[in-house]
Structures are given as structure tokens and as C-alpha cells.
């Protein structure tokens, strides 16, 4: 896989945990923690996706 289809695959799968945790923000019952978690791999893809285009 070379860099740009990979930078591509995280970008997308930064894009899906972003309406993941959209979607678990507007259902009532959703646990606290679970969004927490999504959130820090939302934060990991971002800095990964960072740290690629930067190197």
C-alpha cells in the first residue's frame, strides 16, 4: 500500500468514528465512556494522518 491510498484510508476512517461519535452524542442512553473511546482513536487517526503528511 503506498502512502496516499493509506493517508486515504485513515482520512476515511477518521470520517466514519467523526459520525460515530456524532451519532452516539444524540442517542440518549449512550454510554459516556464508550464515546470517550471513540473519540481518543478519532485523535490517534488525526495525529497519524499528521504525522504522515508532515514526514
Wanted: glycine fraction near 2%; proline fraction near 2%.
Amino acid at each position: 500500500m503506498n502512502l496516499s491510498s493509506h493517508l486515504q484510508e485513515l482520512r476515511r476512517k477518521h470520517e466514519t468514528l467523526s459520525e460515530r461519535v456524532e451519532q452516539a452524542q444524540r442517542s440518549p442512553g449512550f454510554d459516556d465512556l464508550r464515546i470517550a473511546e471513540l473519540k481518543k482513536q478519532k485523535l490517534r487517526l488525526k495525529e497519524e494522518i499528521t504525522r504522515l503528511t508532515q514526514a
